[in-house]
T-cell receptor
């Protein structure tokens, strides 16, 4: 079964550094999402992306965050200047259309030191 | 109004017993209610989902009951097995919101032999 792939599985970064989290969505999917899960808490929506632009974003997704689909297969989340509170699991998800459920990757654990 | 409330926070069930997790929502625009299962170190995986025009959906040992007027829905796991031990998230989304998923706070289920 096709799956969403995320790399790296664990990223350790110094506070203030830029980090890029990478995702390869399922190939025929058109809708892309990033979520995050702070340890022990619920999964929170960050941003949705469709037709090469952001379709919706949460209040968490401030100017430090950006997303990009640089080619036909990758979907990235960039955090420009990381803070301690950015430490979390970041999940990428993709969906074929709005009638189908989203499929989630296994996440990238981001640790900010 | 975007919240999905979930209870209990944790649940211990004997093998063979019934696990019941309850959720409630406020936003009547939600039109899709998935349940996700998450094992440690993994992303949320879709377990079963329901739309508000149906009051019950069953897939194997998993059943969703949906009460539209009360804005409540629940997951029943029949004949619970140790392999069902995981964190379960109820969730809600609406197609007008590009299907961004709003998650409940999660229920950690432990099935003991």
């Amino acid at each position: 079964e096709p799956e969403v792939t995320q790399t790296p599985s664990h990223q350790v970064t110094q506070m203030g550094q830029e980090v890029i989290l990478r995702c390869v969505p399922i190939s025929n999917h058109l809708y892309f999402y990033w979520y995050r899960q702070i340890l022990g808490q619920k999964v929170e929506f960050l941003v949705s992306f469709y037709n090469n632009e952001i379709s919706e974003k949460s209040e968490i997704f401030d100017d430090q965050f950006s997303v990009e689909r640089p080619d036909g297969s990758n979907f990235t989340l960039k955090i420009r200047s990381t803070k301690l509170e950015d430490s979390a699991m970041y999940f990428c998800a993709s969906g074929r259309d709005l009638e189908q459920p989203q499929h989630f990757g296994d996440g990238t654990r981001l640790s900010i030191l | 109004q975007q919240q999905v409330k979930q209870s209990p926070q944790s649940l211990i069930v004997q093998k063979g017993g019934i696990s019941i997790i309850n959720c409630a929502y406020e936003n009547t625009a939600f039109d899709y209610f998935p349940w996700y299962q998450q094992f440690p170190g993994k992303g949320p995986a879709l377990l079963i989902a329901i739309r508000p025009d149906v009051s019950e959906k069953k897939e194997g040992r998993f059943t969703i009951s949906f009460n539209k007027s009360a804005k409540q829905f629940s997951l029943h796991i029949m004949d619970s097995q140790p392999g069902d031990s995981a964190t379960y998230f109820c969730a809600a989304s609406y197609s007008g919101g590009y299907q961004k998923v709003t998650f409940g706070t999660g229920t950690k289920l432990q099935v003991i032999p």
